[in-house]
Structures are given as C-alpha cells and as structure tokens.
C-alpha cells in the first residue's frame, strides 16, 4: 500500500502555543482526511479535504490541501490539555479511488 | 444518522482458534466498508475493502479473510490465529464519492 510520511512523530509543547504537523505522500491524492484517536478509541474525524489549495477549519483546528495534491497539513491554535492524543492523517491515492491510507500519527502532548 | 457497530470490544484468544469480528453499520446503504490494524496504537493497516456484498478486495496477504454477508455487515475472520495476529482492529464505513471514513470503536485482540 501507499506510504504517507507524517511528521513529527512526537510533540510535547506548552498549554496555549501553537503545533503544526503535516503528511506527505510520493504520489497525488485527491482525499486528505485528519483524525484524532484517543486510547482505546477508534479515530475520530476532524477535518476534511477534497481539493487542492483547500483550507478547512474547525474551531482551533485549521487544515490545508496542498497545492502539489502530495501533501497536506494540519495547525492547531492556543493548545489545550484536551488536544492530547495522537493524530492522523490519512488521504485517497487519485489513483486508485477506494482505498485511504494513513500517515504514522503524531503524538500530542500538552502541558499544562 | 448513521452509525457503526463493531464487536466484541476486546477478545483474547489462544494460538490456533479461529476468530470471527463483526461490523454493522446503519442509517446507509450501499456503503464502503474497510478492516484496518493497528499495532502498539500507532499507524492503521489497511486490511480488507468492500465497495458492495460479496466484494472483497484484499490489501496485505495474511492469515485473515474477510466477507460481506449483506449490504451493511462486514465480517474479519481467521481459521487459525497466529500471536502476529494480536493487535487493534477497526472497522469503517464511508459513503458517496467524496465523503470520509468514519470508525468504530475497534476491538482489542490479544492471541496468546
């Protein structure tokens, strides 16, 4: 399957600050989806992305389709301690049509 | 509104038992459906794909199998578990072109 390059793999930042992490993949997707998982949980949808140049946001959360449709990247602003867990993005090779693959996760860890 | 069912939510079993999960999702017809794993909480697998009954596309040879029975139902199975086997596994649907995938609440299985 498809290789999504997600980074960083870990983030531990300060309650209030801003994080940015992004995913990148080696061919072109026309899908690119972010999720948050919680332990024990199955990953929760937080934004999504169906053409190039979007910018999508959700409250704190803002997300962006990028230009070259091989990468996509995902800011959340002012940090609180209910952000932590771990991220995924996950995304539609144009390819291929059916099948999402998912990035590694970055794991978010606030402190207070 | 729809909804996805998936269990049971945790299962331990021994070495060489078969093993049958079952995902249901409602308030849709015709969905996608998708298996994925997922080891030491990181990095989901896609494992199996279904865009209709009785379509099953294959992403990783492995001991597991999958079927879909009726238009809502997805079955992950194996005759012989192996302790490679253990692990997180998710179900998720998705509708119409350009539409996400959305998860339920996985089960965690242990072979031992």
């Known amino acids: 399957g498809q290789q999504l390059n997600q980074s960083p793999q870990s983030m531990f930042i300060q309650e209030g600050e801003d994080v940015s992490m992004n995913c990148t993949s080696s061919s072109i997707f026309n899908t690119w989806l972010w999720y948050k998982q919680d332990p024990g949980e199955g990953p929760v949808l937080l934004i999504a992305l169906y053409k190039a140049g979007e910018l999508t946001s959700n409250g704190r959360l803002t997300a962006q389709f990028g230009i070259t449709r091989k990468d996509s990247f995902l800011n959340i602003s002012a940090s609180i301690p209910s952000d932590v867990g771990i991220y995924f993005c996950?995304?539609?090779?144009?390819?291929?049509?059916?099948?999402?693959?998912f990035g590694t996760g970055t794991s978010l860890t606030v402190i207070p | 509104s729809q909804t996805i069912h998936q269990w049971p939510a945790t299962l331990v079993q021994p070495v060489g038992s078969p093993l049958s999960l079952e995902c249901t999702v409602e308030?849709?017809?015709?969905?996608?459906l998708y298996w994925y794993r997922q080891a030491a909480g990181r990095g989901l697998q896609l494992l199996f794909y279904?865009?209709?009954?009785?379509?099953i596309s294959s992403e990783v040879p492995q001991n597991l199998s999958a079927s879909r029975p009726q238009d809502r139902q997805f079955i992950l199975s194996s005759k012989k578990l192996l302790l490679s086997d253990s692990g997180f596994y998710l179900c998720?649907?998705?509708?119409?072109?350009?539409?996400?995938?959305?998860f339920g609440n996985g089960t965690r299985l242990t072979v031992t």
């Open positions: 998720a649907w998705r509708g119409p072109r350009y539409s996400p995938l959305h």
């Open positions: 996950a995304g539609q090779p144009y390819a291929t049509g059916n099948q999402f693959y």
């Open positions: 308030g849709t017809s015709n969905p996608n």
């Open positions: 279904s865009v209709g009954i009785g379509q």
